[in-house]
């Protein structure tokens, strides 16, 4: 009697071993989405992924450019978030589903050092000041405000 309740605490414990290995790979290896977005106001990134339909991480992560919104625009709580890159893992393999789209702040935070400070202060508040912060926007501001004063810029630097 003794040796049948030893070997059925193996059997359980073997079957408890299988399922959590199981369990294991099915986490490690199976479905899994990823989706990074970039708030067009400040900048921070916000991660989320989600395995087996579950989603397993969310945060939201400051970076140099968010911070040096933050410091001109300290009352932002409302994020607009843009995706920048997504990915989704099946069994079989993975395929990625969009693409990083550019980001206004980004780009005034890079181009302090050649527009100065205080004109990509400027810059930023005007981009803040317009209503929709949508990708046509972002675009325009772009394409009408940042764009031609760098190129005026790298003009005026090249010129003897």
Same mark, same amino acid.
């Given at each position: ?81 843009? !995706? #920048? ?7 079989? /393999?993975? *395929?990625?589903?969009? =693409?990083?789209?550019? %980001? ?19 810059? !930023? #508040? ?7 912060? /949508?990708? *046509?926007?972002?675009? =325009?501001?772009?394409? %009408? ?16």
């Amino acid at each position: 009697m003794r040796n049948t309740k030893y070997h059925r605490g193996i059997l359980l414990a073997l079957i408890a071993a299988c399922i959590a290995g199981l369990a294991f790979v099915a986490i490690a290896f199976g479905p899994k989405t990823r989706h990074s977005s970039m708030c067009r106001f400040c900048g921070r990134w916000h991660y989320e992924v989600w395995r087996l339909g579950i989603k397993t991480s969310d945060k939201i992560i400051e970076s140099d450019w968010s911070a040096w919104v933050d410091s001109i625009q300290p009352a932002h709580t409302q994020h607009v978030w843009a !995706l #920048a890159s997504s990915s989704r893992r099946k069994w079989g /393999g993975t *395929a990625r589903m969009g =693409d990083y789209e550019g %980001n206004v702040v980004v780009e005034l935070y890079a181009s302090r050092k050649q527009i100065g400070e205080a004109k990509a202060r400027e810059l !930023l #508040a005007k981009y803040h000041a317009s209503s929709e912060v /949508g990708w *046509a926007k972002a675009r =325009d501001f772009w394409v %009408n405000e940042l764009s031609p004063l760098l190129t005026n810029n790298n003009q005026e630097t090249k010129a003897p």
